[in-house]
């Protein structure tokens, strides 16, 4: 539903209240969990050091929101959501309800094609979620009571009815299901060389001559399969060939999807807490140990890297220093990705208040290792440049809890999916001495992990 449609509407008269509750399912297959619930909206979202993972099947409460206040208004209706929820967690708070979902790069993006199912913000609050804490499984059920009944005398019912799906869970034999892997038979790609040529010179002109400092510019591959794309196998092996990143999972409508693994954090909280990253400047992965090493020591020493590196934190301690009391800004140093590496600078902070999670999202981004600096050029010159439309390629995705803390990537290395067709998006940071050619490799690069794991078999 949309939630925008009718301001004057408040979310619990729409869907009702909230009622969540949870139960242990130890010998739960995680994957197994996804995998049943193909053909409903699917849901999924893992950290980085693989400790904590999410999943949902099916929808309980949908939040959409448009224009250039669409941050505050996801803020109000998840407010209004959790503080009106009631919630049986058994003391375990990842058990809680997760909204998952994001934003699209631009405020003022207008569904096309390829986008054709996603708002500027859209959110979903999955009917079960999965939580993997380490080696503990728990499974909850979210579902909406009227407003004025109490929900105590419905409980015992939400319970067994818990059991009832974890039991169902734990007996279903999933690896048949999964093993119908669709068939990469095309790649498209809408941008010819010369065309980006002629774009990369353009935007370093204007850099040179002051426009702007920075700029980051992206292409897109189109591919096509025999059938709808099977999504499980390709998360499988961004899982094995890219665990340091974030991997993510938005299905809000069967074979939509939008999909990745993120190395680039935007923002984290817990309570007062918060972190963040700067990553800009990249550089391939040799094939030897010395190789590796002297590419690395290369992109550290590399003027042009560091420049672009230096803008996005410059940038990023920018925006953060109103909302915090104190930033913590660690050396640079490398993050080592399978086939890239970047620069990468960890950023720890304290917040003046407890502010939730989005309002960080909506100061973040995008930063300049997406967007550019300064920012409103860098947008105004992306949309003049850029001959498709970004959609949610480069913008936040991730989670909110009921305290209205949550995680939210970068979505970049990520992909959309349509019935048969995907399509995989890169960019590059565009600073004065850019050279087109090497910023073509860049990409070429970048769309690797999304290529592989759509050919992986």
Not at 252 to 276: C, V
Not at 296 to 305: I, R, T
Not at 370 to 375: A, E, M
Request: contains cysteine.
């Amino acid at each position: 539903m949309d939630s925008s449609a009718n301001p004057y509407s408040s979310i619990n008269e729409r869907y009702g209240r909230l009622l969540s509750c949870s139960a242990p399912c130890d010998g739960v297959d995680f994957e197994g969990f996804l995998a049943a619930a193909e053909g409903q909206a699917r849901f999924y979202w893992e950290n980085r050091n693989g400790d904590v993972a999410f999943a949902g099947a099916g929808t309980a409460v949908e939040l959409m929101a448009w224009g250039a206040e669409r941050f505050d208004k996801i803020v109000n209706y998840a407010r209004e959501l959790f503080e009106g929820a009631q919630v049986e967690a058994e003391g375990n708070p990842l058990t809680g309800p997760r909204l998952m979902g994001g934003f699209a790069f631009r405020s003022d993006f207008t569904p096309d094609n390829t986008w054709s199912i996603y708002s500027p913000a859209f959110f979903a609050l999955p009917h079960y979620q999965l939580v993997k804490d380490g080696d503990t499984m728990w499974l909850t059920i979210n579902t909406q009571i009227p407003p004025e009944e109490s929900p105590a005398p419905l409980i015992p019912d939400v319970l067994a009815a818990l059991k009832q799906k974890i039991a169902q869970l734990k007996a279903a034999d999933w690896v048949k299901v999964e093993e119908r892997q669709s068939a990469l038979i095309g790649i498209d790609y809408p941008m010819s060389y010369p065309v980006w040529q002629e774009m990369i010179t353009d935007a370093t002109g204007r850099i040179r001559a002051g426009a702007l400092r920075k700029v980051v510019l992206a292409r897109a591959a189109e591919l096509r399969f025999n059938r709808p794309v099977h999504l499980l196998p390709i998360l499988r092996h961004l899982a094995a060939h890219y665990p340091d990143c974030h991997r993510f999972l938005f299905e809000p409508r069967p074979r939509y999807a939008f999909y990745g693994a993120s190395p680039e954090l935007l923002a984290s909280t817990r309570g007062r807490e918060l972190d963040t990253m700067a990553l800009a400047g990249s550089a391939a992965r040799g094939d030897t140990h010395e190789a590796d090493r002297r590419l690395g020591d290369a992109l550290l020493a590399s003027a042009k890297e560091r420049l672009e590196h230096e803008i996005v934190v410059e940038k990023i301690c920018h925006r953060l220093r109103p909302l915090t009391k104190s930033l913590e800004i660690d050396p640079p140093g490398l993050l080592k990705l399978s086939n890239i590496q970047h620069i990468n600078t960890p950023i720890h902070g304290t917040l003046k208040r407890r502010t939730g999670i989005l309002p960080l999202v909506e100061a973040l981004h995008p930063t300049p290792a997406l967007g550019g600096d300064p920012r409103r050029d860098a947008l105004r010159l992306i949309r003049e440049l850029e001959p498709i439309p970004r959609g949610w390629y480069g913008a936040p995705v991730g989670w909110i809890d009921s305290n209205l803390d949550g995680q939210f990537a970068v979505a970049i290395r990520s992909a959309v999916a349509q019935e048969a067709r995907a399509w995989v998006y890169a960019g590059a940071g565009i600073v004065a001495d850019s050279v087109p050619q090497r910023e073509w490799e860049e990409t070429e690069l970048k769309f690797r992990p999304m290529l592989d794991a759509h050919k992986a078999r």
